[in-house]
């Protein structure tokens, strides 16, 4: 089967496209042909092994797993012999462990781990991003806070992955959101129901007013500068660990009415991840809440794909296309972003 493999460290150019030895299921295990997976910030973390000290987990001179990716959508073509929750055939999206990588054709996921029936509402390219952005984002706005209608939260990164999904779910949880992001994301960022935008490229949005949540979803702000934006028994919430952050969440959990809080929300227990995936799909249901896919790759443009992800520009998800049957070009967007909020 092919598979995106890096041997190395480095920048998109270790990227590769191989001919690998197709997975075997074990028994407690399913075969999934994957149809989509996303590429995320994350990823292209791990395709270059900084921070360093990840490569506690990932390997500290290589990578312990030469092929990349986590998120996932497909169709199971093959289950082990003591599998009894799925069968041939089921549509499933969900999350591979860190030792197996999901940009390839097929991949083999544990019938414990987090997988779940792919709705039929949901595409593959809408289903396979859930696990990062959306799922993450509802972690730390419905777990680690409990938004109230009264609240504010301001969200920087608006625009990406996680943004994206944070500002939806702000506002279905009744609460007001204002967001940060580039002049050329404001009409997008509008289009998905902030209450209020600020151009971080004209203002600083830590002199903007007082927030009771700050989610800085890309790690480019600090509690230390968004100390005094917050109220007085505010939040500052990251998804980026640094050294830094551990020390003042140690330090604000005994000492300081403002927190901050980090969770690694991937490393959950898979039943606390599926409970967040069956509140997230009701969600969707109700039609406040959509997949945003910017563009979608194939297998022989993901040098490209980790180019565009490292410009720190782009919008909603990033899907890669692992069948040849679902391939599109990566240079006119999947979709209509706003289609969803006419």
Do not use: W
């Not at 806070?145 to 920087?156: A, C, G, M, S, Y």
């Not at 998804?239 to 959990?253: C, D, E, I, N």
């Amino acid at each position: 089967m092919k598979a995106i493999v890096r041997e190395n460290y480095g920048g998109p150019e270790v990227l590769q496209v191989k001919e690998i030895s197709k997975p075997v299921p074990k028994k407690n295990e399913v075969l999934v042909k994957v149809y989509a997976a996303s590429i995320t910030k994350a990823e292209t973390m791990m395709r270059t092994g900084k921070p360093y000290f990840g490569r506690l987990i990932t390997g500290l001179f290589k990578p312990k797993s030469k092929v990349i990716g986590a998120c996932f959508s497909g169709i199971i073509e093959a289950v082990g012999s003591e599998v009894t929750k799925f069968h041939k055939h089921d549509m499933v999206f969900g999350e591979a462990d860190m030792n197996t990588g999901t940009n390839a054709e097929y991949v083999c996921v544990r019938e414990d781990g987090m997988i779940t029936i792919k709705p039929s509402f949901l595409s593959f390219e809408e289903a396979a991003p859930i696990f990062d952005g959306a799922i993450t984002s509802m972690n730390f706005l419905s777990e680690m806070v409990q938004l109230r209608t009264e609240q504010k939260v301001l969200i920087n990164g608006a625009a990406g992955s996680l943004g994206s999904a944070a500002i939806q779910l702000v506002k279905y949880f009744g609460a007001e959101v204002s967001a940060v992001c580039s002049s050329q994301n404001i009409e997008f960022v509008k289009s998905l129901g902030a209450d209020h935008i600020i151009d971080y490229t004209k203002k600083d949005f830590t002199k903007s007013g007082r927030y009771d949540v700050i989610y800085d979803t890309i790690g480019s702000s600090s509690f230390t500068k968004c100390k005094n934006a917050l109220t007085n028994n505010g939040i500052y919430l990251t998804p980026v660990l640094k050294f830094r952050t551990l020390m003042q969440m140690l330090f604000t959990s005994k000492f300081s009415s403002k927190k901050v809080k980090f969770s690694a929300t991937g490393m959950l227990p898979v039943p606390k991840l599926q409970a967040m995936a069956d509140q997230l799909l009701k969600i969707y249901e109700t039609g406040q809440f959509r997949t945003i896919v910017n563009k979608k790759y194939t297998m022989d443009e993901i040098v490209e794909a980790h180019k565009y992800v490292d410009g720190g520009h782009k919008k909603g998800n990033i899907v890669l296309s692992t069948q040849m049957e679902s391939k599109q070009t990566a240079n006119t967007p999947f979709v209509n972003m706003n289609h969803y909020f006419k």
